[in-house]
């Protein structure tokens, strides 16, 4: 697993961004989430290391973009060239998670046609109202890889009209930081339900911090939170 953030600095757009991960960690040291500026990073899929070989090996997942959004708007002026830096490395699988499907086709390159096969780009959507926003925009983009996640999940969602081939993998998880919004393993479960009623693999990625089950609000430390959805043992 690799982690290439291009950029640095996002907008805060629905319900979901309330607390963000980016905002809380710029916060600690000073900075201005909202100015969006090229990282040190940015050309890194094309680095080498002094043997000449790439600093990102052959066969990695590349999570890409993940203190920004890669659709973000002050960004438009530097996509092209990420989408060129992978179209260079097709020995890659790049991960793009974003809550800007809307913004999808601004600056696709000219030979995008039905999407690079090294490309797979799940759609944020944390509540019903995001989920029948984002989700026919994702269904409809020519995208050759398409995954759905319900970070963090701030109520029950039915997602069973979005759930099909074309999807390639639910993620569900709760909230993390100090003022989070509970998540309820009722709605963790109904998404796995639904996801296994249209065959579509399911991941429940982390509890969040504050996680309800059978009535009971736990209160879960950051460096639990993914052991303990694993423990939970609802992967499909």
């Given amino acids: 697993m690799a982690m290439w953030n291009l950029w640095h600095g996002c907008r805060k757009i629905s319900p979901g961004c309330q607390n963000c991960y980016v905002y809380r960690g710029d916060e ?3 900075r201005d989430s909202g ?3 090229k990282t040190k990073s940015f050309d890194l899929p094309l680095r080498k290391n002094r043997q000449g070989t790439p600093k990102i090996p052959s066969g990695e997942t590349v999570y890409t973009c993940f203190t920004s959004d890669f659709f973000l708007d002050k960004a438009d002026a530097w996509r092209g060239e990420a989408w060129t830096m ?10 793009i998670i974003t809550k800007r499907i809307h913004r999808f086709h601004v600056g696709l390159p000219d030979d995008w046609g039905e999407g690079y096969p090294n490309v797979t780009i799940y759609s944020t959507v944390e509540n019903q109202a995001m989920a029948d926003f ?14 759905i996640t319900t970070e963090p999940l701030l109520e ?8 099909g081939p074309q999807i390639e993998g639910v993620v569900a998880g709760g909230e993390s930081g100090p003022n989070a919004r509970v998540c309820d393993y009722d709605w963790i479960l109904g998404i796995r339900r639904q996801c296994m009623e249209a065959g579509v693999p399911f991941t ?25 959805a694993r423990r939970a043992g609802i992967n499909t």
Avoid at 86 to 95: E, N, V
Avoid at 156 to 163: A, F, H, M, T, V
């Fill in 86 to 95: 992978i179209k260079m490395r097709p020995d890659l699988d790049f991960l």
């Fill in 204 to 228: 429940f990625k982390q509890t969040g911090r504050y996680f309800r089950k059978d009535g009971r609000l736990y209160t879960i430390e950051r460096r639990l939170q993914h052991a303990q």
């Fill in 28 to 30: 600690r040291y000073g």
């Fill in 156 to 163: 029950q969602i039915d997602l069973s009209r979005y759930l």
């Fill in 134 to 147: 984002r989700l026919p925009l994702l269904l409809d983009a020519p995208i050759k890889h398409k995954g």
């Fill in 35 to 37: 100015i969006v500026a």
